[in-house]
């Protein structure tokens, strides 16, 4: 039986093979660790494609804050709770943890630790809108996404359990009010879903 897991290293390691000459310099944010199930398989992927591993996670390892802006969202402060506690698994040679509230913890300290580098790939896994409006707005404000940067949405498909339009919830209503504010353009170069009923994953290319 396919399993979530299957889905996901197959789509993931397609995205790295096509991409791998422009990802191979580049640094590679997290935004949503909590297990570390899916930084542990990034870190694999990137081993047997032979990229440099330059991995940052930023996460409060203590559940999603509450969702104050979004009306639609079903998600619920304190989910995915961690006991604040990281996964020792995840201590490994080029990966690094920002641990913090993204409203506290994403600030010039945590860009110094990019050094000179861009950003090629941002997995943004933290489910609601607030947090991937913050932290798109972190990204920009500091300009440190490389041109041609993945942004790989993980919760794309909120829409389809809330039952309400795609663009009205989570990660996808924060992407869209991010290219009205600031004119950028992302253009959409990979999709796939996990669970028809609510799991969607979109990859959107920084132009």
């Not at 943004?124 to 440190?144: A, F, G, P, Q, R």
């Not at 498909?157 to 950028?184: L, Q, V, W």
Request: glycine share 8%.
């Amino acid at each position: 039986m396919t399993t979530y897991d299957d889905i996901h290293l197959l789509n993931r390691d397609l995205l790295l093979k096509d991409h791998a000459v422009f990802l191979g310099d580049k640094a590679f944010l997290e935004f949503g660790v909590y297990k570390g199930v899916s930084m542990k398989m990034w870190y694999s992927l990137y081993e047997k494609h032979k990229l440099a591993i330059d991995f940052i996670g930023f996460d409060s390892f203590k559940g999603l804050p509450s969702e104050e802006i979004d009306k639609n969202s079903f998600w619920k402060s304190g989910d995915f709770n961690a006991n604040g506690l990281i996964n020792p698994e995840l201590h490994k040679d080029g990966i690094r943890m920002v641990v913090g509230y993204y409203d506290q913890s994403l600030n010039e300290d945590a860009v110094k630790l990019l050094g000179n580098k861009k950003v090629g790939l941002v997995h943004m896994d933290c489910d609601t809108y607030s947090s991937t409006k913050t932290v798109w707005e972190w990204l920009l404000k500091y300009n440190i996404l490389a041109k041609g940067a993945l942004i790989v949405y993980d919760d794309w498909g909120a829409y389809r359990e809330a039952k309400c339009d795609e663009y009205d919830i989570g990660e996808a209503k924060a992407h869209k009010e991010i290219e009205e504010k600031y004119g950028i353009k992302l253009t959409l170069v990979h999709q796939y879903i996990v669970d028809v009923l609510f799991y969607e994953v979109k990859v959107y290319q920084y132009d």
